[in-house]
């Protein structure tokens, strides 16, 4: 049936539409009152709503899922782009990028601790901080105000049973739970203030505290309503330093879209109390549905199940949403209570959504720089280094080995010269000579080509080494019967003759790069582009491989040490055990104990006798 046709025979109610491919992909999802009106618009020319040529030109069918209301057809569209990941909708990426504070009020003793994401278990969050240095001095200023405890629970009991407190109550930033020096009432009050502040309730806070400070004055509790009168100071000082957007003390949430061509960016701002309190941008590539459907689709997401977000009593954009309701009955859903969604034309709230689009103009714009940047060393590296194709896509492999064992190797993967952390990978080196690099390199990268099925070939393979690191990879391609464009990349060796130099944390070093078939080293320009992006991949390949190996010897006291011997199976471990008794036994055993063990060589020996002294040395971050 053709999809014109197929469009036709739709039913009028409320639902999910999802376009696909003829191979099956699923291509956009969305949502609508009516559904065959609402797909009707997309493939037919009529009425001039077609928004997405594309879109129609690729879709060779369009199924669809019945709701019981466009609420509903909401929710189900969520989960469904979660699942599906359709290219030809926007998504928001999950929060765990972010930072958050999280305070459990149900706690005896409450404390703020930094978690990634959000999460509804009862706890309130506050966030997300984009930058760790931003919470941090967040968390350091409001200890100062209200003194709640940070030591874990561990910390807490010890200092309890010492009797005494930490330095931190000595330096005002602790009011001494763990030794009574504050009761429980009080410490809810803290709690309270502390979730006042952080909800950007600062005038709902400062009018509790001067009550209870005039209160304690009239008691005669001088001590008290000195502290009281400090605190309101603290808070009052803090909060002229934001911005503030509104005489009214009201809370928005205010989003400002803008665009070029199929590059978005939405700015969030959160205002409490009539005052800025946090601020987020949201970049998306290649969008190809309008703004409206854009924004609705993002708020969708934004304010979707499980982001446990507060909701305030107004939601402001900058562009119109057309999507019969739903938005706001979801929201009221979520908030218990009546949210408004507008889009102003004139006044202080239109001023409020044009800051926003304004800022998230000037954040598209940096990006768009920022790509641009990118581009530039991406090319360089093309013609530098004579690849096939522009490398956007790059894996940079590192073998790490602690002092002759307990070898270890990572992957890192840069896509348009941004680091894809979610498609890093780990490898424990179980066949290979703990002392043989290119043996352990060998390893992985045939461990790595093995799944080429499931994990298509990056645009370029960089190891850190020279020659024959690069051999190892050409070899591993060759064998395994592909082909891609690899490279290595080194530091000179001090014998070598002076060439342009760089400043790394290892000295100056000039930067040699290997191609494949090449004799001489490529040396790029220590300003160059595309040899700081080689530099930024390899550096991060290294740091989580040490960071891998630390986890690994930091494991010494919670499992088996003899899983992680280099070269030792189930059947030595258990001979081992059986013929020295105990696990501090075979740490203590001379090479000569060692080999006479049934089954095992005295090159197995040596192995177990260097596995164990290294770990008796102190950790190198240079290795």
């Not at 003829?22 to 065959?36: F, T």
């Not at 990118?374 to 894996?395: C, G, H, N």
Request: proline letters at 5%.
């Amino acid at each position: 049936m053709a999809l014109v046709e197929r469009v036709e025979a739709l039913p009028t109610g409320p639902g999910v539409y999802l376009f696909k491919s003829r191979s099956g992909r699923v291509l956009y999802i969305g949502k609508a009152q009516n559904l065959r009106a609402r797909v009707r618009s997309y493939v037919s020319g009529g009425d001039g709503r077609i928004r997405v040529p594309r879109l129609v030109e690729r879709a060779a069918d369009v199924d669809i899922i019945v709701t019981p209301s466009v609420k509903d057809a909401l929710l189900l569209e969520n989960e469904l782009i979660k699942r599906h990941k359709p290219p030809f909708n926007v998504r928001l990426r999950d929060d765990k990028q972010y930072l958050a504070l999280r305070l459990d009020p149900e706690e005896t003793w409450p404390r703020l601790t930094e978690v990634r994401g959000f999460r509804r278990d009862g706890a309130q969050y506050f966030g997300p901080y984009t930058s760790s240095v931003s919470m941090h001095n967040a968390v350091s200023n409001l200890r100062r105000i209200f003194p709640l405890r940070s030591c874990r629970e561990a910390v807490f009991r010890d200092y309890a049973r010492r009797g005494r407190p930490c330095i931190e109550y000595e330096m005002k930033r602790c009011a001494g739970p763990c030794c009574g020096l504050v009761d429980e009432a009080a410490y809810a009050e803290l709690v309270r203030g502390t979730a006042l502040f952080l909800r950007g309730r600062s005038t709902e806070l400062a009018d509790r505290l001067r009550d209870r400070m005039r209160r304690a004055a009239s008691e005669e509790c001088f001590e008290e309503a000195a502290q009281l009168r400090d605190r309101l100071t603290a808070i009052e000082r803090t909060v002229e330093r934001q911005q503030i957007v509104a005489e009214r003390p009201v809370d928005r949430d205010v989003f400002g879209l803008a665009r070029r061509g199929g590059e978005i960016e939405v700015q969030a701002l959160h205002v409490r109390d009539g005052r800025v309190v946090s601020a987020q941008s949201y970049g998306f590539s290649d969008v190809r549905i309008d703004d409206g459907e854009v924004m609705g689709s993002f708020l969708g997401q934004y304010y979707g199940l499980g982001r446990a977000r507060e909701l305030p009593v107004e939601v402001l954009t900058s562009v119109a949403i057309d999507d019969d309701g739903a938005l706001g009955a979801f929201l009221a859903e979520q908030a218990d209570r009546r949210v408004a969604l507008r889009v102003p034309r004139r006044g202080a709230r239109n001023e409020l959504v044009g800051m926003a689009a304004a800022n998230a103009d000037l954040a598209l714009a940096r990006r768009l720089e920022a790509r641009e940047s990118v581009d530039a060393a991406l090319e360089e590296m093309r013609v530098r280094l004579r690849l096939r194709a522009l490398p956007r896509r790059i894996e940079g492999y590192d073998v790490s080995t602690f002092q002759g064992s307990l070898s270890v190797a990572s992957r890192v993967v840069f896509e348009d010269g941004r680091p894809v952390k979610a498609e890093y990978r780990r490898y424990r080196i179980r066949e290979a000579p703990p002392d043989d690099d290119y043996a352990c390199l060998r390893e992985v990268l045939g461990r790595r080509l093995a799944r080429v099925g499931r994990e298509p070939l990056p645009d370029l393979l960089m190891v850190d080494g020279g020659k024959g690191q690069l051999a190892v990879v050409s070899a591993a391609l060759r064998d395994a019967g592909l082909e891609a464009d690899a490279i290595s990349l080194a530091k000179e060796r001090d014998a070598e003759s002076p060439a342009p130099r760089v400043r790394r944390s290892g000295g100056l070093k000039a930067e040699r790069v290997f191609v494949p078939g090449v004799k001489d080293p490529v040396l790029l320009a220590p300003s160059s582009r595309a040899l700081l992006l080689l530099q930024r991949v390899r550096d991060e390949s290294h740091r989580f491989a040490i960071e891998f190996q630390r986890d690994l010897r930091s494991r010494v006291g919670l499992t088996s040490i003899l899983e992680e011997l280099p070269g030792i199976g189930p059947g030595k471990r258990r001979a081992l055990l059986r013929q020295l008794g105990s696990l501090r036994a075979v740490r203590a055993a001379s090479p000569a104990d060692l080999a006479a063990v049934p089954g095992v060589s005295a090159r197995d020996a040596a192995t177990i006798r260097r596995f164990f002294d290294a770990l008796a040395q102190p950790a190198d971050d240079g290795v």
